[in-house]
């Protein structure tokens, strides 16, 4: 458990009852908030998340705690390099409470998935996020992310979905 002056991080078991209902209550504020596209996870959605992740062996999430409130959570997922030939961490999910938000808890968030990483032999750590999302770009570029591009000429990648 990482622990800064105000909050602690900890890893999500999945099965814990107590860990299911903060990350149940931290992944909906996420969804309906406007980054998160503004509107609140399906009842029957948010039961099965915490089951369904469980048996994604890749699949790591953080909580972190003002005392007993969760106040944010990072899920991301280990998946592979090609080009290096090592796994790498794409973060999936990263919400922060918004009377939260400016304290650090996103880039302690961060801190510990970056030390996981390391001890997992990644070689980067991935992330997307909303163009328009100043305070979260700004964020993430203090610690250490860049946009993507693997030739500048070409420019840097977008990230694209197709809805099945």
Not at 5 to 23: E, K, R
Not at 90 to 97: L, Q, R, S
Not at 114 to 136: D, F
Request: proline share 5%.
């Amino acid at each position: 458990m990482a622990m800064s002056n105000l909050f602690q991080i900890s890893i999500v078991d999945y099965a814990a009852p107590h860990d299911q209902a903060a990350f149940k209550t931290i992944i909906n504020m996420y969804a309906c908030d406007p980054m998160g596209g503004g509107e609140s996870i399906e009842p029957i959605i948010l039961e099965r998340l915490c089951p369904d992740l469980a048996q994604i062996a890749a699949a790591r999430s953080w909580l972190a705690w003002f005392g007993d409130q969760p106040i944010g959570l990072l899920n991301a997922f280990k998946v592979y390099s090609t080009f290096k030939g090592r796994p790498l961490m794409n973060v999936h999910d990263i919400a922060v409470h918004p009377d939260f938000r400016g304290q650090g808890v996103g880039r302690q968030l961060l801190t510990t998935l970056e030390q996981y990483a390391k001890s997992q032999n990644c070689c980067k750590i991935t992330l997307e996020v909303l163009m328009g999302n100043m305070p979260a770009r700004q964020a993430y570029i203090k610690a250490g992310f860049e946009d993507y591009a693997l030739d500048p000429a070409m420019g840097t990648a977008c990230f694209m979905q197709k809805w099945l």
